[in-house]
C-alpha cells in the first residue's frame, strides 16, 4: 500500500475534523443529552413523589372523614340525650302545673259547693220559715196544711 499526499491530506482533514467535532460538538451534543436525562429522571421522580403524596392525601381524607363521622355520631347522640332529657323535664313540670290545676278546681269547686250549701240551707230555712207563717196564719186544716205542704215542696 502506497502513502501518497491524498491519503495523508484525507488523515489530516479527518484528524482536524475529529478535533474540531470533540472540541466544538460533541460537548454541547452531550451536555444536551445529560440535561435531558436530568429532567427526565426529575419528572420520573417528581410523578413518584407526586404518587405518594396523592395516596398520603388519599389516607389523610379517609382518615378525616372517618373523624367526622365519628364526631358527627357523637354530636346527634349528645343531641338526642339532651333532647330526651328536655322532654322528661317538660313531662315532669307539665304534671306538676297539670297537678297544681286539678287540685285548683278541686279547691274552687269545693268552695262553691260550700257556697251552695249554704245558700239552700239559707232558702230553706226561708221558706220553712215562710211555710211556718202561712201554717200559723190559716187555720189548722189537714187538707189546707197537705195543699201548703205541696206548695212548699214544688218551690224546692
Given at each position: ?86 322532654i322528661e323535664e317538660a313531662k315532669s313540670q307539665a304534671k306538676t302545673e297539670g ?58
Amino acid at each position: 500500500m502506497e502513502i501518497n499526499a491524498t491519503i495523508i491530506g484525507q488523515f489530516i482533514t479527518f484528524a482536524i475534523l475529529v478535533w474540531f467535532t470533540m472540541k466544538y460538538v460533541w460537548p454541547p451534543v452531550t451536555q444536551a443529552l445529560r440535561d435531558r436525562e436530568k429532567k427526565i429522571a426529575d419528572g420520573l421522580e417528581a410523578a413518584e413523589r407526586s404518587k405518594r403524596e396523592l395516596e398520603m392525601a388519599g389516607h389523610k381524607a379517609l382518615s378525616i372523614i372517618r373523624d367526622a363521622k365519628e364526631q358527627a355520631s357523637t354530636i346527634i347522640e349528645q343531641a338526642n340525650l339532651h333532647s330526651a332529657q328536655l322532654i322528661e323535664e317538660a313531662k315532669s313540670q307539665a304534671k306538676t302545673e297539670g297537678q297544681r290545676i286539678v287540685d285548683l278546681a278541686q279547691s274552687e269547686i269545693a268552695l262553691s259547693v260550700t257556697q251552695a250549701k249554704e245558700t239552700l240551707k239559707l232558702q230553706l230555712a226561708g221558706l220553712a220559715v215562710a211555710g211556718a207563717e202561712k201554717i200559723i196564719q190559716r187555720k189548722l186544716d189537714a187538707s189546707v196544711h197537705n195543699d201548703l205542704l205541696n206548695e212548699l215542696a214544688a218551690e224546692i
